[in-house]
Nanobody
Framework: QLQLVESGGGLVQPGGSLRLSCVVS????????IGWFRQAPGKEREGVSC????????NYADSVKGRFTISRDIAKNTVYLQMNSLKPEDTAVYYC???????????????????WGQGTQVTVSS
């Protein structure tokens, strides 16, 4: 059974950092692009970042470039999202998702992802 489980969310002050984790089971990261998405109340879901199945390509939304970093640990079946210099507008539920159809050399957050986690809440507030 294919599963994604996010963790690491919480309450942080503006300028602070959090690291989200997405632990996957039932499949290997070598064959799936993984994306991070977020959705704030009353807003549409936004693609934040992704990493290709090869691990060699990443992409970021303009709103998080230079602040967020996506990475993965194949041995731990885990994808991370390191979030620095957090702003109140980063407040949202963050989801990770997997897609086997994007090929190995690139990833796109505007593609349709097949499998989703349950989300973790990130709140940036003083």
């Amino acid at each position: 059974q294919l599963q994604l489980v996010e963790s690491g969310g919480g309450l942080v002050q503006p300028g602070g950092s959090l690291r989200l984790s997405c632990v996957v089971s039932g499949f290997t990261l070598n064959y799936y692009a993984i994306g991070w998405f977020r959705q704030a109340p009353g807003k549409e879901r936004e693609g934040v970042s992704c990493i290709s199945s090869s691990g060699g390509s990443t992409n970021y939304a303009d709103s998080v470039k230079g602040r967020f970093t996506i990475s993965r640990d194949i041995a731990k079946n885990t994808v991370y999202l390191q979030m620095n210099s957090l702003k109140p507008e980063d407040t949202a539920v963050y989801y990770c998702a997997a897609d086997p159809y994007q090929g190995g050399s690139s990833c796109h957050v505007d593609y349709e992802y097949l499998y989703w986690g349950q989300g973790t809440q990130v709140t940036v507030s003083s």
